[in-house]
């Protein structure tokens, strides 16, 4: 079946560390991979996408290679900020089956 | 950007009764609407997916007949968790698309029901 496993939170780091929350997936096709982040009271947002191997999908800092050979999509930032605090969901689009499966999510927070 | 409105955010409810969740488009059409369920640490689940003015598919293990879902408008899908009971205590979530797919989502900011 398809699914996608998370690092489990919550994450705890200070303002400048370097960031990876990771993630790995299983899919019987070849899927599209997502990161999603939530910020508290709202709704999960795009943050950045892959859809083929070795594509790198990038957004406000943060960046995820999709690595077929290990099946992964981990999360990066060189230096975090406060406002990154968040809870961030990888997931994964099979075409044609029009849905996404998500992660457990990742609570990350950023101290001062 | 595309925004979708989702209420109440949170209500409390006693067992046996019913609930109606709104999810509004506020600035497009979702042709597709999806309404997941998240319980503590866990992933979002797939509820059901809801086309515009046709009858909702639901995934393999949720009853249609306590989760009502309404999709009259390109703009509107209500979800009623009917005869609400406290194992249906969770936080409820849906996503508008424009189209058929699930590339492009705008989630609403999601519903917590507790039932008592």
């Known amino acids: 079946g398809n699914s996608v496993t998370q690092m489990e939170g919550p994450v705890t780091l200070s303002e400048e560390a370097f960031l990876t929350i990771n993630c790995t997936y299983t899919a019987t096709g070849y899927p599209s991979l997502f990161w999603y982040v939530q910020y508290p009271g709202e709704g999960l947002q795009l943050l950045l996408k892959?859809?083929?191997?070795?594509d790198k999908g990038s957004n406000k800092g943060f960046e995820a290679t999709y690595r077929k050979e290990t099946t992964s999509f981990h999360l990066e930032k060189g230096s975090v900020q406060v406002s990154d605090s968040a809870v961030y969901f990888c997931?994964?689009?099979?075409?044609?089956?029009?849905?996404?499966?998500f992660g457990q999510g990742t609570r990350l927070t950023i101290n001062p | 950007g595309a925004v979708v409105s989702q209420h109440p955010s949170w209500v409390i409810c006693k067992s046996g009764t019913s609930v109606k969740i709104e999810c509004r488009s506020l600035d497009f059409q979702a042709t597709t609407m999806f309404w997941y369920r998240q319980f503590p640490k866990q992933s979002l689940m797939l509820m059901a997916t809801?086309?515009?003015?046709?009858?909702?598919?639901?995934e393999q293990g949720v009853e249609k007949d306590k989760f009502l879902i309404n999709h009259a408008s390109l703009t509107l899908s209500t979800l009623t968790v009917t005869s609400a009971h406290p194992e249906d205590s969770s936080f409820y979530i849906c996503?508008?698309?424009?189209?058929?797919?699930?590339?492009?989502?705008?989630f609403g900011a999601g519903s917590r029901l507790t039932v008592l």
């Open positions: 892959a859809t083929k191997a070795d």
């Open positions: 809801s086309n515009e003015g046709s009858k909702a598919t639901y």
């Open positions: 996503s508008g698309s424009k189209d058929s797919g699930a590339n492009v989502l705008t």
């Open positions: 997931a994964l689009l099979i075409q044609g089956a029009q849905k996404l499966v």
